[in-house]
């Protein structure tokens, strides 16, 4: 049988309004015969005959009964399936999502604690079928299988309402002393580029189980990329910062126009690096005494050292940290270029090898691929929709919904200050159970001649059942004596 099987004919798909108004046409008008209105709305006169006869046993009084055709194999109702439903979206937004796998699993522990009805093939495996995961999400229409960004933890609890509502708070504050136009406010951020890139698709055979793309080594060296961006699009030439003890001026001859470059041992930014940046930076950005500069940073211990606030001080550069952990979501460049330009640089990565067969890419090769990937990733279209993206400019501290704010619920705690159980910092009381490191409940499920499944995914039937709203039609479900042991 085809998975998703198309009718061949229009039988059983006549709406139940039809023959609820032709049934009524035939029971209150005097002389209106069966065939004709059956005749009048399109309908068969035998199956019109039998939803009257129905009707007319459970009651005119009473709803009309069911048309067309039922699924033979319904295990769950559809509130039941949207309840369900609704704890996938959830369990994605606090970044705990659920696998496939995961997902069938907790069905049939549901189906197991609530003692429905399911097929045998459920119980061997415990786990419901591939099929009825896909026909599932086919019917549910707003779930589908993504691959989820990695998330640290710290991100997930540092990216709360709280600490959101402080940046915004001092970011108006800046703009209203300063009077900060666009073009004056400033994102910048590093990102590091390697000698092995990472292979974008290629065409090969269809079946092909092995397809290898050619890079310079196991390892590569990576350098690390400065640049920063106002909100108007405009971009400030980049900083390269290699990983050697002393600069040359040949490092960077094929680099982006304008850029500079400085060497360290490790290639990465340092206190140092950031204030030879800091010295590069008002080049092309320009602040005086009644024009400062607002540079939105992230909070790296590079950025805050004593020689550079003084810098930006004695250069009418004004700073402004993000909270920590919250760049993924705060951060323009973060949010709209660096991610298309790593795309790029790889890409153009792999045309140099393909143009150079044989030969090794070396840290001296990067700046002429960072300057071909710079344009097609820094315009001015993705500059102006980070700050637009974040919230800063426009200035729009609401732009974050109760959704974005989700993943710091699941470590939030009460404020012992207030006493009043709200966690710290959000104003909203949440209800969650106690976890274990793994932040799942423990839960057993027994059921029937003794037989305990114990589960370990994130997402408990238990858990499931209790931590959600359940819709009024759902509160009347009843559980089985004896099924429940948690």
């Not at 993504?146 to 970011?171: C, H, I, K, Q, Y």
């Not at 810098?311 to 705060?330: E, Q």
């Not at 270029?337 to 790593?342: I, Q, W």
Request: aromatic share 8%.
């Amino acid at each position: 049988m085809p998975r998703s099987y198309k009718k061949k004919t229009d039988r059983g798909t006549v709406p139940r309004a039809s023959y609820k108004a032709a049934a009524r046409d035939v029971l209150s008008e005097p002389g209106q015969s069966l065939r004709d209105a059956a005749g009048n709305y399109g309908l068969c006169h035998v199956s019109l005959m039998r939803f009257i006869r129905k009707w007319r046993t459970t009651g005119l009084d009473n709803p009309a009964p069911h048309v067309g055709y039922r699924s033979p194999n319904v295990v769950f109702t559809h509130d039941q399936e949207r309840i369900l439903s609704d704890y996938f979206v959830q369990s994605a937004n606090i970044n705990y999502g659920l696998s496939a796998k995961d997902g069938r699993k907790l069905a049939f522990q549901c189906g197991v604690k609530f003692g429905i009805s399911m097929p045998p093939t459920w119980a061997e495996k415990e786990k419901a079928s591939q099929d009825w995961m896909r026909n599932f999400m086919k019917r549910m229409g707003n779930l589908s299988l993504r691959r989820p960004e990695a998330t640290s933890l710290a991100r997930g609890m540092g990216f709360n309402r709280a600490n959101v509502g402080r940046f915004f708070d001092n970011l108006a504050k800046l703009i209203d002393k300063h009077k900060f136009g666009a073009e004056n406010i400033y994102n910048m951020d590093e990102t590091g580029v390697t000698t092995v890139q990472k292979p974008t698709r290629v065409i090969a055979p269809k079946r092909a189980k092995n397809v290898s793309s050619v890079v310079s080594a196991e390892r590569g060296t990576l350098i690390t990329l400065a640049c920063a961006v106002n909100a108007i699009g405009n971009y400030v030439p980049p900083m390269l910062i290699f990983p050697r003890k002393n600069f040359r001026d040949h490092f960077i001859t094929n680099g982006p126009t304008g850029c500079i470059g400085v060497a360290n041992g490790s290639g990465w930014m340092k206190e140092p690096e950031f204030v030879s940046y800091l010295n590069h930076f008002p080049n092309f950005t320009h602040p005086s005494e009644n024009k400062k500069v607002l540079l939105i940073l992230d909070n790296h211990s590079s950025h805050i050292s004593v020689p550079a606030i003084d810098f930006c001080t004695d250069n009418n550069i004004v700073t402004l940290t993000l909270p920590p952990h919250a760049s993924h979501k705060l951060q323009p460049l973060d949010r709209t270029v660096l991610g298309p330009f790593k795309t790029y640089f790889n890409s153009k990565a792999q045309n140099w090898m393909r143009e150079h067969p044989g030969q090794v890419m070396s840290i001296y090769d990067l700046p002429g691929i960072v300057k071909e990937a710079m344009p097609l990733a820094m315009t001015a279209h993705n500059g102006i929709k980070g700050f637009s993206t974040t919230g800063i400019v426009p200035l729009n501290p609401d732009v974050f919904t109760d959704i974005d704010f989700l993943p710091s619920m699941v470590t939030d705690q009460p404020d012992p200050a207030s006493g009043a159980g709200s966690p710290s910092g959000s104003g909203s009381t949440t209800a969650g159970p106690s976890t274990a490191a793994d932040g799942a409940p423990s839960v057993t499920i027994t059921v029937g001649e003794k037989k305990t499944y114990s589960k370990s995914t994130a997402c408990q039937a238990g858990y499931f059942w209790s931590r959600l709203s359940k819709p009024a039609a759902l509160r009347k479900l009843r559980e089985p004596n004896g099924t429940r042991s948690c």
